[in-house]
């Protein structure tokens, strides 16, 4: 592997804490930002998602470079298996949007739908036929 | 006949594309098991995109502190501490993992006994963690992948009554104020309150379960890679007993095996990492 095994024993242990510090740290984070380590103090959900998002990519790149050791694979493997993952973070983009997009939706039909017509507009009549259908509609 | 133009036409490579060479330097079977981790990344990866979809779809959603804020022994008001106490347990047993995959590089038999036992008990801590708290969901809370009692109020009220558990009667609230309807004697039992700000103000409206969906993500991809963890320990097992009996000795490659199944390891530990961002961080 092209390290000793004491040094590999200390790697080992220096990770670890430093995934399990980040860990706690996103707690504290979590609860702080939602008030419950500083009373009344609330952070914005985009600051708290973000920062969550950046300590957990840190986390995930200490575990597989470190753990599953692909630091010290070829740079061939590493591209076969990580460059695909890029396309996660179009799905993810492409996603969100989509269900914001939903929302904006769903908000649309029952504004709709709740809105009240003081003066309803009745389309001009232009003949028997049309009078029916609206009839039949209403 | 093109078979013999070929090879005198790329002489050079010849030797290159003959077999018997490693480009990535890692066996069939390692390989092999990083694109099946890479094609259980984008499994994972689509479960929690569709949480995270629905999520941002819907007007509200359960909050992550109040949902999981019992502790075992009774405690309650304790936000992620259990959650936080499980995530340890897997990062501790990938700590473990590592050391084995270290003693088997050095052909030290009974190191990687250890190591690998102390793994599996880790895991089961992990899968007993997790039915822990699925009970307290089912059984406590009423969660079922249809329904869902959890949820947060949309506008600012009072309640015009008392739940006999942590609400009482004239009790204030604000937009995002989570809510648990309780279950009384099999019956549902819905709040009502008066909206003091908006729109409706003044309106009596009563507590409405949450987000469907809620349930059926939590169950599903919690319990997917429940599964995994599952699966790691049934895989680690045997492996474990392969170590003990000497079957690995022989094969002189540094214990590749264990090597490999701390690969797969590692990997639901990585999951983790994201399953505790989606589901509990944010």
Redesign the interface.
Known sequence: MGHSYEKSKKDATKFILILAAITLFEVFFALLGKGYIVEGLHFPLIAMAGAMIIMSLIKAYLIVYEFMHMKYEVPGLVKTVLLPTLLLVWAVIAFFYEGRDWQKRRDLITDKNNQKIENPVVPRQTGMKTTKKIKSIG | MAETLTHTAHEGEEKLWDGGKS????SYGK?MM??F??SD??TF?GFL??Y????????TWPVP?FVFSIFPGGFHNT??YFV?VM??IL??S??T???AV?EG??ENKNGVVFWMVLTILGGIAFLGSQAWEWTTLIKGEHVSVTTNPFSAHTESGVYLAGDGHDIKEGDTFEVGTPYLIHKHDGEWEFLKYKVTEGEDAGKIKQQSFGPKAFGALFFFITGFHGFHVLSGIIFLIIICVNVATGLYVKRKNGYEMVEKI??YW??V??VW??V??VF???
Not at chain 2, 23 to 26: E, G, I, N, T
Not at chain 2, 52 to 59: A, N, V
Request: charged share 10%.
């Open positions: 480009p990535f330097k890692a390989l990083w694109y981790l890479l990344a984008f990866a995109i569709a995270g979809t629905l999520r941002s779809s819907m007007p502190d936000p992620l936080t995530t340890f990062l501790f990938s700590f993992m590592v050391r270290q590089h050095r701390g690969l590692h990997f530990d990585l990492v994201f505790f961002l509990y961080l944010i």
